[in-house]
């Protein structure tokens, strides 16, 4: 038996090393809510919550306040039966970052209880995964020195973001890979065009003959027929990920053969609808990537541990502790940039 007596949230606060600029928002730091969840036998699982007000409409003020909730969902449940406490917690899909840190301290305290790492709990697929990582908009000469920082610091993927200026995008990732010969590209405009600027963006790229492996949200969430639009009319794979929450977003994208790739984020989904996400876009012989929000090594540790149990990713996103300031490593996991490995 290991039942769970309790579950505490506490409130941690990040700052990123510089400013993080994406479409339409600059970020300095980050709030994030730390799960523990204690068993009657003193055992004690973790997880964090990253929520997004951009993405999941989630605010801190409102999400913490659900500790009582939680509490009352699964005090008393066992975690070696942890199905039916993923099965509860599905319940939690309003607040999504809290029912991923719920759901991963529940297989984390699982973890401690027998003794066997999370990424074996889920199957064990991989032992080291690769992170890519993520430059902001900037000017052209912000984005070059990012660009070759990135590089020098031994990354071989990596994401640049665009969406706020098509021309300067365009011209920007000419340049970046002029000077990142072998890397591989992830570009992500987090909603900020319309289908044919992202029409436009992608196939100017493809003839000035810079190879894209991954071109991610070019349009905003709710325009499937734009997302569809651009994949039919691209030379590289679209990936659909402020549009890809839910298992039923998941759903949906498959149907209307809107992309070629999901972006699972725990912080979307939780762990019961990844779980559900990565198995529907292996039948569907789709494509995965896994990315992150602001989580510290604490909360990337859940899909550190997720990528490596389930195999699933062609592309790992996973780079927010890299851009935090953080006092103590927390993961269980360790890294030799650009590799996370147990
Ligand atoms: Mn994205």
Not at 292 to 317: R, Y
Request: with cysteine.
């Amino acid at each position: 038996m290991a039942k769970i007596k309790s579950v505490k949230f506490k409130l941690n606060e990040f700052q990123y090393f510089r400013p993080f600029h994406i479409t339409n928002s600059v970020s300095y730091g980050s709030q994030n809510i730390e799960v523990a969840i204690e068993l009657e036998n003193g055992v004690v699982g973790y997880g964090e919550a990253s929520p997004s007000f951009r993405v999941n409409g989630e605010k801190v003020a409102a999400v913490i306040g659900l500790e009582g909730t939680v509490n009352e969902m699964i005090v008393g449940m066992d975690v070696r039966n942890y199905r039916q406490i993923l099965d509860v917690t599905d319940k939690l899909f309003a607040a999504p970052s809290i029912k991923a840190a719920v759901q991963y301290g529940v297989l984390d305290a699982f973890s401690e209880e027998i003794g066997v790492p999370v990424y074996q709990i889920l199957g064990g697929a991989k032992t080291k995964i690769e992170t890519d990582q993520t430059m902001s908009i900037g000017t052209l000469e912000e984005r070059i020195n990012e660009a070759r920082s990135i590089v020098e610091k031994g990354h071989n993927v990596i994401k640049i973001k665009v969406g706020e200026n098509l021309q300067e995008d365009i011209q920007a990732l000419i340049a970046i890979s002029q000077i990142t010969r072998g890397c591989k590209y992830i570009v992500d405009a987090n909603m900020g065009y319309t289908p044919k600027q992202a029409v436009k963006f992608v196939t100017e790229i493809y003839r000035a003959g810079v190879d894209i492996s991954v071109f991610e949200q070019p349009v905003g969430m709710h325009d499937i027929d734009g997302l569809k639009y651009v994949r039919w009319n691209s030379p590289f794979p679209i990936a659909a990920d402020e549009s890809a929450k839910s298992k039923y977003d998941v759903m949906k994208l498959i149907k209307e053969e809107a992309v070629d790739y999901i972006n699972i984020k725990l912080m979307k989904s939780g762990i019961s609808d990844a779980l559900a996400i990565v198995e529907m876009v292996k039948a569907a012989n789709l494509k995965l990537m896994i990315g992150c929000m602001a989580e510290s090594s604490l909360g990337i540790n859940q899909s550190v541990h997720f990528a490596l149990g389930t195999g699933a990713f062609d592309f790992h996103d996973l780079d927010s502790p890299l851009m935090l300031k953080e006092g103590t490593f927390r993961g269980k996991y360790k890294v030799d940039v650009p590799y996370y490995y147990v």
